[in-house]
């Protein structure tokens, strides 16, 4: 099992990134998929996720309008495209298969993590 994320890097505020995630076919099959980020002291925070056909995605507040999941079954990849990005969307960005076929914004929803890849948006 495994879940391979990449793409982070340095943007300045109010660019855009897109970051990916790869997943072993085990991993991916059925299962719904989700984005989380952790910034330097504080917890773990839902982002974004997206259900196993894609039909349902759902978003924290704090990046609604602004970030978009999505995936890509036949590659086995799902990603996440930032854009007005801010300063506080700095964080390490984990990606995350959930125990089921829906998206959750629960933490404890997903089973299999990422290493995680690091944005960071400068001012």
């Known amino acids: 099992v495994q879940l391979q994320a990449s793409g982070g890097g340095l943007v300045q505020a109010g660019g855009s990134l897109k970051i990916s995630c790869a997943a072993s076919r085990r991993t991916f099959s059925n299962n719904g998929m989700g984005w989380f980020r952790q910034a330097p002291g504080k917890e773990r925070e839902f982002v974004a996720a997206i259900s196993w056909r894609g039909g349902s995605t759902h978003y924290a507040d704090s990046v609604k309008g602004r970030f978009t999941i999505s995936r890509d079954n036949a590659k086995n990849t799902v990603y996440l495209q930032m854009d007005s990005l801010k300063p506080e969307d700095t964080a390490v960005y984990y990606c995350?298969?959930?125990?089921?076929?829906?998206?959750?914004?629960?933490?404890?929803?997903?089973?299999?993590w990422g290493q995680g890849t690091l944005v960071t948006v400068s001012s």
């Open positions: 995350a298969a959930a125990r089921s076929s829906y998206g959750s914004s629960i933490l404890a929803d997903y089973n299999y």
